[in-house]
């Protein structure tokens, strides 16, 4: 009685179990994947944004570094000419 | 020393420091990754949008949040029942042996199915198949009737071949058979569905044999009891995964894969056939595959075949995860536990699927906020997302049934003119989760180069000024300690004693 229940209980549940279902070949096919593309493009070419270019630098401090390098040697350079002029 | 003398002097050390810095800042970043900089990132269309096949569909994450919450229209038995009407009134105007009865027989037969008569149409199409064989027909004319064929025995059988009904075994794998032929037919067709159509069934005969592979992988192969640090171990300790290989940054090719193809389909993180999956009897599916193809087989498998289904929602969770869509893996694990009571026969192993959906829940919960648990705020915004979708279904289908009742006709171009919900998007919008942010290494490159060149300036500013400076004050010195140095006194143009 024990295993019959239990058979019972199997196929009962056999009629519930997951099936490997698929896709159906059939006039309306053509127009689902058809709304389908046009649904997820649509909304995909509004949001995305495009390829961006690279970034300028990796490092914020560059511009600093670059500018007061050249102060600096602009300044070396002249304190070396405006010695020798003032010795002059 | 002269003044030509401290300009060579101060150019000789700007110079050597320029180098000494220069080659300094290389040198420092030469083991530098991509991946540490994220600051440097590009945004670029991820690989995924470039389809497997020309033409084809590419993947969205919005189609899989879509399915698990059933965003889409779908028709109902009432559409159906009509259009069962309708195809039997043309087939009976058309000669048996007119070649335009073939599409007719597989509307005729889909609706069939659709009504839950899988064996009345398997019949259909086989003797459609038989009609068709008769003209000479074959190769991709027989595709539909392939697909379809395989699809109904497949449906048909599933229920007694999983209750363990030998008969019902063999039409399941002569199913499959079906299937496999249809993909040989014709491969790229509906986003490459039969194909993992026949490698879900092949998985699910193999489990009817073996039911305890159902606790060991999905339907296509990813495995279900790695943890997720494990999961996640090969994305370059980015904490979560990535649809996109972290890896491409760093190789060279990527700069022509990305020209010729976007960024190329090789870049998309492979999912599926995970360890010991060699040992599963599932020939249409052996090594790991490309995340968006099984995905968009799932998908349109969802959508125009039988719907919500465990082992879909089972499988887009572990697929999702293993891209780092965690609320869509969430998501789709809550569907899965939903519809665990059709995940196998056997009890313990439909608890099994519960349990499995709760800790993978747990674990994207803490990793998505460690701090507070967000359980049942997911919950509550899984069940108004699925409300929503399964109401604008169920308006759908009632809309349908009304416009039948009243008259109209299903081919009429308008029938849905006055659905009260048509204007309403029912798909989800696309955001960022559509975008690749990548750092490449010609960039990281590009900027160590810049950011070398800004310390060389600089320090060769520093090193020209201090040299500069140092010879400056070394006349002086000397000056203090014993009169004018030599260069002074050198520079001292002798002048004329004044005349008594």
Redesign the interface.
Known sequence: MERLRSSLLVLALAGLAGRSDACLNDIELEGHEREFRSQYSQLAESSEAPETPRPRSLFARDDVLLGGGAALLVGAFALASRRDRAGA | M??RG??AW??AA?LAAWCVAYVGVQVAHLFDQPGR?P???????PPH?VPEHAGG??F?F??AHDVIHERFAK?GLAYYRERDRVVREKLAALAPDDPATF?LL??L???V??LGRSDEAASIIRDKLARQTAKGLGGRDL??SY??L??FL??GS???A???DPAARERLREGVGF?RKSVEVNPAA?FG??RW?AA??EF?LAAMDDPTLLEKYDCVGNRLDLPLNEIMGDRRSTGYGRPYDMMFAEDTTFQRDRTEEGLGRAWITKVGAEEGWEGVDVPSHRARVPFDEPALGII????????A????ALALGETMLRVGQRSIAWSAFERASR?A???????EIQAFLRAHCYERQAEIERRLDPNSPIGDRLRSAFDAELAHGQGYQEDFQDYEAARIAAGGSIEDEHFLDDFPRRDEAI?????RE??ADVT?MS??R???S??A??????????A??A???L??LR?GRRRKAGGPGV??ME?VTPTPAPRP
Do not use: C
């Open positions: 002269s003044a401290r300009v101060t150019a700007a900089h600051e440097l990132a590009r945004q670029f269309r949008h569909v590419p969205r919005a189609m028709h599409p597989d509307d037969a889909v609706g199915e659709r595709y539909t697909a379809n395989g699809t497949i449906h599933f229920a007694q999983a209750a363990g299937i509906h569905r039969e159509q879900i069934a699910l349109g498998m969802w959508r125009q075949g039988g719907g289904n465990p082992h879909f519809l009571g059709r995940y196998s026969t056997i009890p798909a989800s919008p696309s955001g559509e975008r490449l960039d990281l590009a900027s160590v810049e950011r060149r800004a310390v060389a300036l600089f320090a060769s500013g520093i020209a000024f040299t500069s400076a010879l400056g006349p260069e002074a520079s």
